[in-house]
């Protein structure tokens, strides 16, 4: 670890120092430093977060080749694991007239939706503070090689990684996150596939951006990366063991933007090819064809109003020959954001808000961001959860306060 | 950004044409169609400046291109550090009623978002004095243009005009521009609320000629009512670079360029 943070300053001085020999190299720091502290709002009123993160970014580019990257720094109070040096993105790219090629880890974002995953499954997810976190910080870089083809109205984006990165689930029970499936269970260690070339992903994008629209067509060769777990109880230890498993799918999707006038309507439509299930306990996993298509308006009122309203919906095709399968044949997931800029944008209200459709969930998260100067933004928010079941259940206890203070430099 | 280069405008120092034979819309159409350049590039620096004296700064740097009458132009920010990277693509269309195409990259998110072309025009840009209909290239038949007098302004010999607009829905009854003789360039524009009252003042300064085209070098906003003004200072201005219209795509701004 402390070669890697070494590392990362030498990298910066050299950066620095070879600006100075050659004009025509270029190097763009920047970063922030923020401590987040959460306590739960119920009884015992237990601190659910507090940690102090130093995020680095660097850029040392010249003529059309650049290095990136970003690591962090981080203490983390509650879950001393988490505490330590991490690599985020480290990557190269060449930039040879309409291509640009990108290789090493790296955060790949496709489709239009907001916070919600339908043609979006390349980068992962990090629930290991669930989705009490900055978006930002969810997605989970790989590595991977990545070709765009960019001219002035479309791009066609290729990529391919070796080995694949999954879900970051907490089981740990010292993390208020911890993932629990059943209430009582234990998880055997997550195995993810086999590192053979077979197993690689690879898809790609096709994006047209034109008066009026945009659309894009995309197709991965990939696994389901929030695995779905085989349950068998254990009566030594009275309780059920989990065992993680991800399976071989395909995803073809499209999506598109239109914007009409105040609003901007957003679509997406993938089919799942082969997408595992969650079985019942005992039950063999079975894969099946899945419908999943969203729905988004973003409304811009003016006066610094900003509204974006979401659903998103998935069916499992050949549901009735499958009674092992433990989801609905149909599930909903609706999000809410209003957000406001007061007082010359220097303090923003915001409120998202994850509705579990299917089962009446809800988690919101309201904040308040206030700037007190250039740099230094101090936040304060509000996160509640209330579930009688569904996939918010787990943290029905989980509501929280939290504050953060971040400086940006 | 076109209009904040054009708003101060390029002249042709020959044409000093007589106001008794230009109509308002003349004067404001000599303005809009001041040469500069099919390419341009400018670094800005944005103060923003309460009544009380406190400050705060945004910097931002500017690539514009010509296409006919419509203009492609891409923003990034580079300070201050949580909005650094952040970049906006527009696609502004000259006839009138067509909506902009717009996007908005957002680098921590490494995601680029289309955003509504119509909605934002009358708010404020980043919480500056500034609307984003201020910062865009506004069709000179979207205001009713009317010429009022000859007048001198800081120093120089202008034409005043009045433009009233068409669209109601603007948040502005009219405003009155002075435009120096000798370049076509505004120097001074009050802005008059929905009540007729003074709203804002823009002062031009700084007025010089780079790489032939007449170009400025200082904007001040001013809101009388609030004393919230705004200062941008123009820096490293260049003009007809050899960028193509490739430049302006989604992928470019994600790249950052």
Redesign the interface.
């Known amino acids: 670890m402390r070669l890697l943070s070494s590392l990362f300053f030498v990298l910066i001085s050299v950066a620095v120092s070879a600006q100075d020999d050659d004009g025509d190299l270029k190097v763009k720091i920047?970063?922030?430093a923020d401590t987040y502290h959460a306590v739960r709002t119920e009884s015992p009123n237990d601190w659910m977060s507090s940690r102090t993160r130093l995020r680095g970014e660097l850029s040392v580019s010249k003529n059309n080749s650049e290095l990136f990257f970003s690591a962090n720094a981080v203490y983390n109070s509650v879950i001393p694991e988490y505490s330590g040096f991490n690599i985020r993105e480290l990557y190269v790219s060449q930039?040879a007239g309409?291509f640009?090629i990108r290789a090493g880890r790296q955060?790949?974002?496709w489709g239009?939706a907001d916070a919600l995953r339908i043609t979006d499954l390349v980068s992962p997810m990090d629930y290991s503070e669930f989705l009490a976190q900055?978006?930002?910080d969810i997605?989970i870089p790989e590595n991977a090689l990545r070709v765009?083809y960019?001219?002035?109205?479309f791009?066609l984006e290729a990529i391919a990684v070796p080995v694949i990165e999954t879900f970051e689930l907490p089981f740990d029970r010292k993390n208020p996150w911890a993932v629990s499936v059943t209430g009582n269970d234990s998880v055997l260690s997550a195995a993810k596939p086999d590192f053979k070339i077979k197993n690689m992903e690879f898809g790609g994008r096709l994006?047209w951006?034109l008066?009026?629209v945009?659309f894009s067509v995309c197709a991965l060769r990939t696994f389901n990366k929030m695995p779905v777990f085989e349950m068998n109880y254990n009566s030594e230890n009275h309780k059920v063991i989990l065992n993680p498993k991800h399976k071989r799918m395909t995803m073809a999707g499209c999506d598109i933007?239109l914007?009409l006038?105040?609003?901007?309507l957003?679509g997406e439509f993938a089919e799942y090819f082969g997408e595992a299930q969650q079985p019942n306990i005992y039950s063999e996993i079975v894969c099946k064809n899945t419908a999943n298509a969203l729905l988004g308006i973003?409304i811009?009122?003016?006066?610094?109003w900003n509204i974006s309203l979401q659903y998103a919906h998935k069916y499992i095709g050949g549901y009735d020959n499958s009674p092992d399968i433990s989801s609905y044949r149909s599930s909903g997931t609706a999000t809410v954001r209003i957000a406001k800029?007061l007082f010359?944008?220097?303090l923003n209200i915001n409120t998202f808000a994850y509705i579990d459709v299917t089962d009446g969930g809800i988690y919101d998260r309201t904040s308040l961001d206030y700037?007190v100067?250039?740099?230094l933004?101090v936040m304060l928010g509000f996160d509640y959860f209330n579930a009688d079941k569904g996939m918010f259940k787990m943290y029905d206890k989980n509501s929280e306060i939290w504050t953060k203070i971040?400086l940006?430099? | 950004m076109r209009k904040i280069l054009l708003f101060a405008a390029f002249a042709l120092a020959a044409y000093s044409a007589d106001a008794q034979n230009l109509s308002g819309r003349d004067i404001i159409k000599k303005v809009k169609d001041n040469p500069d350049g099919d390419t341009r590039y400018a670094k800005m620096n944005l103060v923003l400046e309460k009544a009380n004296g406190s400050k705060r700064e945004r910097k931002v740097e500017s690539w514009a291109m010509d296409i006919g009458k419509d203009t492609k132009t891409m923003m990034t920010f580079t300070y201050p550090g949580d909005v650094k990277g952040t970049g906006f693509l527009t696609w502004n269309y000259d006839e009138i009623g067509k909506d902009d195409d717009k996007w908005l990259y957002m680098p921590a998110l490494k995601k680029t978002r289309r955003i509504s072309g119509s909605s934002s025009k009358t708010d404020y840009f980043m919480g500056t004095d500034f609307t984003y209909d201020d910062m865009g290239d506004r069709n000179i038949d979207e205001d009713t243009h009317k010429f009022l007098r000859k007048e001198k302004c800081g120093g120089f010999d202008c034409y005043v005009v009045e433009s009233v607009p068409k669209d109601k829905r603007e948040i502005y009854s009219k405003k009155i521009s002075w435009i120096r003789k000798d370049c076509f360039m505004a120097v001074k524009v009050e802005f008059y609320d929905k009540l007729g009252k003074l709203h804002r003042v823009l002062n031009v300064q700084d007025i010089k000629q780079v790489q032939g085209f007449w170009t400025r070098g200082k904007m001040e906003m001013q809101n009388v009512q609030t004393k919230h003004k705004t200062i941008i200072t123009f820096s490293d201005m260049k003009y007809n670079l050899k960028i193509g219209s490739d430049m302006f795509n989604v992928a470019k701004l994600e790249k950052g360029i």
Do not use: C, E, L, W
């Open positions: 920047k970063g922030f930039q309409a640009d955060i790949i974002t239009v900055d978006y930002d997605r765009k960019a001219k002035s109205s791009a994006s951006f008066s009026g945009d933007s914007p006038g105040k609003f901007v957003r973003d811009y009122p003016s006066n610094d800029d010359r944008s220097t700037a100067n250039d740099m933004h971040k940006s430099f």
